[in-house]
């Protein structure tokens, strides 16, 4: 699949801000699986000092400054990407997910550093005793990770209720797994955690899932159950959307799960960053000298070409 992306975040303030630092991570990576035609990452005000790097997760990220005084700041991508579709493994055909739990440990040695990495608890996927029972319920004793782990998706899709107003960026997971509420970052922070608390490898993942206009065909590739969005589309469209990788073993290796809408993630979803979570690769973070309160406006478009 072909796309056309783009993705704008608005900040208007309530009078001038003096002067402002971001971090943006917006510019998409090339990937096996996906291929950057174009990209091209836009402010207004311009930045008056621009940096580009590459992160210790291996995604790009710029920093910039702004030192005009401005009363609003306009972010806008605008990208062509490929991304082939994605033959998962079989799931039943996966290792127990206790043998790759104890590779992953390795008595204080693990055989895949890398990999070892995302086992470890980050600040907003702290798991708790209620979090890792819910997580048993699916990992039982040998049974194959990617057939516990693609049920478990399955689960949080039909057990928790998506709605914008029930969290903020901030909600701890505890919260989110109390009230069974929250968007696809709660989902895929509340999957890493129990994923994590059980000993396995999960990051975070940042990016775009495929518009589908109001009276348009559903994706036809494992389609959810139930399509909670009006006009046949995915939850997560129009707007940044996350899900979460889950490490599988060095044969099968990293499998993009996606519980906002139970899928398998394939051809229909474009991957910006990785990270631990969400506070690693949040597409625009800034801080300013000034401006007061603050409202943010955010439109994404993910559209086929062709």
Known sequence: MRYRLRHTTSYTYSWAVDISHHMLHLALPELPRQRVKAC????NPQAGRLAAQIDHFGNRVAHLTIDAPHTRFDVELRAEVEVDAFQAPDAASTPPWEGIRDRLAGDGFPDFIAESEFVQVSPLTMATPEIEAYALESFTPGRPLLAAARELTSRIFRDFRYDPAATDVSTPVATVMEARAGVCQDFAHVEIAMLRGLGLAARYVSGYIRTVRPGGEPPAKEAPAK?????????????????????????????????TNDLVCSDEHVTAAYGRDYGDISPVRGVVLGGGPHRVGVAVELLPLG
């Open 40 to 43: 091209l990452v836009t402010t």
């Open 227 to 259: 399509l909670p969005a009006e006009g046949g589309g995915l939850r997560g469209a129009d707007a940044s959307h996350a899900w979460l990788s889950v490490w599988c073993g060095p044969d099968c290796g990293w499998v993009d799960l996606d519980p």
